[in-house]
């Protein structure tokens, strides 16, 4: 009776035990996340050639980043610049992307970052430190791809002692 169908089997799939799956609570620990915890959930990726330049994938993003969106309505648009990031509700707002009230009035219109790619930076001592940190991360993890499999050498010295 309680056993998952098909299709459900990969999310029932735990890799943390310290972290719930609930949906609900899921939900509540998103919708009610501090402001630090906000801004890594707000990361975008990186286009391909900062990507190259920097050997990082995603960065959260900040204002005076200059952002392409990808996703929605707005994708068309040529590269903007990231006017505020808006942490209480998940969403940025990007230079020139407006839409018109029924009262005429003029008002930024919301966007996820998962929506957007960074085309450019916004380079900082911090921003810098933090890209060094996880370029660094990323090498180590590289390296770390070919742990716990058995190579032939292996094998071969296993019975000497």
Avoid: W
């Amino acid at each position: 009776k309680n056993v998952p169908c098909g299709s459900c089997a990969a999310a029932a799939m735990k890799f943390n035990s310290a972290v719930s799956g609930s949906r609900r609570k899921c939900r509540k620990a998103h919708f009610s996340a501090p402001s630090h915890i906000r801004r890594k959930v707000m990361s975008a990726s990186l286009s391909k050639d900062l990507r190259a330049k920097y050997g990082v994938r995603s960065l959260p993003i900040r204002r005076e980043d200059e952002v392409q969106i990808m996703r929605g309505k707005y994708a068309k648009e040529a590269v903007a610049k990231v006017t505020s990031v808006y942490r209480r509700r998940y969403c940025i707002y990007v230079d020139r992307i407006i839409k018109e009230k029924t009262n005429g009035a003029q008002v930024p219109v919301p966007i996820h970052p998962s929506n957007v790619q960074i085309t450019k930076l916004k380079l900082d001592k911090d921003r810098k430190d933090l890209l060094e940190r996880k370029k660094v991360g990323r090498q180590g993890a590289d390296k770390d791809k070919g742990k716990g499999k058995i190579k032939q050498s292996d094998v071969a010295m296993h019975d000497v002692d």
